[in-house]
């Protein structure tokens, strides 16, 4: 089993709708929960990051942690077609990061 | 434009063969991470340098190693090159040791044949 799972998608919405991306991990040890986005043939960027459990926004993106349920959860509204990308969630924690597969979101225009 | 800069942007080389990947991390930054992404394993935690010294290792293979310069550049080598391990190698930067925010190079894109 991965420590990691993420569905690699591809995921393709019209513009506008309300995107919902999703991991889910396995060891509790970890603290710090990322969400990246790497555009095609680019190095991924950091998008936003929570520790511990809860919610945190940041304009059109909104990133959740469930630790008892050990669920990540990156929702972006009003989805644009330049938010078409790769997704890719990481948990951290002890000197140790690790990324999920990554999803393809493709936002039609 | 994230600061940290790699070079080559492609390499083409056969396998057997033997190449360098070199990385500059954003000024300020002690650690740089390097990491491996392909198409079927997604992107893998290859091995961790702070200011100079190994700190964590992943899933590298003996045929690769690195090391990390007094001037925090950094650079990959990748030894007996085979056919798969064509893929992107990314480089990271961070300012801490432990550091979750961590800042990504545009890759060096390599292609054994």
């Known amino acids: 089993q991965k420590e990691v799972e993420q569905d690699p998608g591809p995921l393709s919405v019209p513009e506008g709708a309300i995107v919902s991306l999703n991991c889910t991990y396995s060891n509790s040890a970890f603290q710090y929960f990322m969400w990246y986005r790497q555009y095609s043939r680019k190095g991924p960027e950091l998008l936003m990051y929570t520790y511990s459990s809860g919610n945190k926004e940041d304009g059109r993106f909104t990133a959740q942690v469930d630790k008892s349920s050990k669920y990540i959860s990156l929702f972006i509204r009003d989805s644009q077609p330049s938010d078409s990308a790769t997704y890719l969630c990481?948990?951290?924690?002890?000197?140790?990061?690790?990324f999920g597969a990554g999803t393809r979101l493709f936002v039609k225009a | 434009d994230s600061g940290v800069t790699q070079t080559p942007k492609h390499l083409i080389t056969a396998t057997g063969q033997r190449v360098t990947l070199r990385c500059s991390p954003r000024?300020?930054?002690?650690?740089v991470y390097w990491y491996q992404q392909s198409l079927d394993q997604g992107l893998q935690f290859l091995i961790q340098y702070y200011n100079g010294e190994e700190r964590a290792k992943g899933n590298i293979l003996e045929r690769f190693s690195a090391q990390q310069f007094p001037d925090l550049h950094s650079e990959l080598n990748l030894s007996s090159l085979e056919l798969g391990d064509s893929a992107l190698y990314f480089c990271a930067s961070s300012v801490a040791e432990g550091a979750f925010e961590q800042y990504f190079g545009p890759g060096t894109r390599l292609t054994v044949t």
């Open positions: 990481a948990i951290a924690g002890g000197f140790k990061t690790i």
């Open positions: 000024s300020g930054d002690l650690s």
